[in-house]
């Protein structure tokens, strides 16, 4: 069955940086887009970027631009994200998200809480 | 770009039918049809419950639906059940080759 793994939770200070893994198993990993979607206390999703594991292409949201690098280990079938320059409102659960090949999610990561806090 | 508006909540006795709305713009809901909803419980991931509009994974209930007109989508519950009590997002593909989703909307079931 299709299972995204996360990393566990992280306690980070300002200004530092975080990276969350996703290990993918159950289906090819390669054939399938996988996202990143944040979602602070309390609040709607937030889409913070996609990577093709195919060839390593990615885009990134806009907002996050600069901060935000996803990058795919098709050795171990795992998506990273990493987010630096850390401020109190990236604190946040992040999760992985395989796409189903038509813009929307269908398989999500069991979520890695982020807390920035000094 | 900006979140999609839903209404903050929702209900409906059990039995009954319940509607949900996500209001956009031409460059995301109007202009795609990669109109998702998901749902989600407390401290659960969320779950896709409806992609391209109105397709259903395999899975879920066919209690659930959706639609879209202009530049808003809507997704409706019939035959409520307690376990339809949940948050539920909205998302669309956006023409800034992004993804947008909306605040939410809590279903409450009475």
């Known amino acids: 069955q299709v299972q995204l793994l996360q990393s566990g939770a992280e306690v980070k200070k300002p200004g530092a940086s975080v990276k969350v893994s996703c290990k993918a198993s159950g289906y090819t990993f390669t054939s399938y887009y996988v996202h990143w979607v944040r979602q602070a206390p309390g609040q709607g999703p937030e889409w913070v970027g996609r990577?093709?594991?195919?060839?390593?292409?990615?885009i990134h949201a806009h907002k996050l631009q600069g901060r935000v690098t996803v990058t795919r280990d098709t050795s171990t079938n795992t998506v990273y994200m990493e987010l630096s320059s850390l401020r109190s409102e990236d604190t946040a659960i992040y999760y992985c998200?395989?796409?189903?090949?038509?813009?929307?999610?269908?398989?999500w990561g069991q979520g890695t809480l982020v807390t920035v806090s000094s | 770009q900006s979140a999609l508006t839903q209404p903050p909540s929702a209900s409906g006795s059990p039995g009954q039918s319940a509607t949900i709305s996500c209001t956009g713009t031409?460059?995301?809901?109007?202009?795609?049809?990669?109109v998702s909803w998901y749902q989600q419980h407390p401290g659960k991931a969320p779950k896709l419950m409806i992609y391209?509009?109105?397709k259903r994974p395999s899975g879920v209930p066919d209690r659930f639906s959706g639609s879209k007109s202009g530049n808003t989508a809507s997704l409706t519950v019939s035959g409520l059940q307690a376990e339809d009590e949940a948050d539920y997002y909205c998302s669309s593909y956006t023409s800034s080759d992004s993804w947008v989703f909306g605040g939410g909307t809590k279903l409450t079931v009475l």
């Open positions: 031409s460059s995301d809901v109007g202009g795609y049809n990669h």
């Open positions: 990577i093709k594991p195919s060839d390593g292409s990615r």
């Open positions: 391209e509009v109105n």
């Open positions: 998200a395989r796409d189903n090949h038509v813009w929307s999610y269908d398989y």
